[in-house]
């Protein structure tokens, strides 16, 4: 310590670090606070995911929600012998559809549709490894889009968002023509190709 400095400065300086400190604590309580508000509210994910009766199937329906990615591969590891994964949804998030689709492929995962499945969950359809649908399944497609008022405007570019899905449907052996024509849908009305339009282009393998 300099000898000279001033007995008041060196008092200040101490309340000052003090101060300081006090003032880190508190805001780290409050964040600690607020992460664990945040956790407390969330509401629980909105779809349903599940092992059939019979045991042969995975069962998802519902909005493509924030965890779906998680709790797919916690079952895929404990159901290894579950090879079709049967969806129900309007669609979601993107990034989660993303991310069931890593799953699919890394655990040999087939999809099936029996009624509807639009949007997001389209792409997850499209990750199976076999894809097949019952005789009144619909397939709902679109393009991407993001509204001015959207939160996330200017942030995300909807063009490259498009991309990271279409090099998905290139990676699935789906025809150079039809995944053109995904990149250049508009977003609304949502397109319901025929099942025959869909087996030409090698959106569904499975006869």
Not at 154 to 181: H, L, S, T, W
């Amino acid at each position: 310590m300099d000898s000279k400095t001033p007995i008041d400065v060196i008092v200040l300086r101490g309340l000052l670090a003090v101060a300081l400190t006090g003032l880190a604590m508190v805001g780290i309580g409050m964040a600690m606070t607020d992460s664990t508000r945040v956790l407390r509210t969330m509401p629980p994910p909105d779809y349903a995911l599940s092992v059939s009766e019979d045991g042969e199937s995975f069962r998802f329906s519902g909005l493509v929600d924030f965890g779906l990615t998680r709790d797919l591969r916690a079952l895929a590891v404990t159901h290894p012998q579950v090879k079709r994964l049967v969806l129900d949804s309007h669609g979601g998030y993107i990034a989660e559809a993303r991310g069931a689709v890593t799953v699919l492929q890394a655990r040999g995962i087939a999809t099936h549709v029996e009624g509807h499945c639009a949007s997001a969950c389209a792409l997850i359809f499209a990750g199976g490894t076999r894809r097949s649908l019952a005789p009144e399944a619909r397939i709902g497609l679109h393009g991407y889009a993001l509204r001015p008022g959207n939160i996330y405007f200017g942030m995300i570019d909807p063009r490259r968002e498009m991309a990271r899905d279409m090099a998905i449907y290139r990676a699935q052996n789906i025809d150079e023509p039809f995944v053109r024509k995904l990149a250049i849908l508009p977003q609304a009305p949502m397109w319901y190709p025929e099942h025959d339009e869909l087996r030409a282009a090698g959106f569904v393998t499975a006869p």
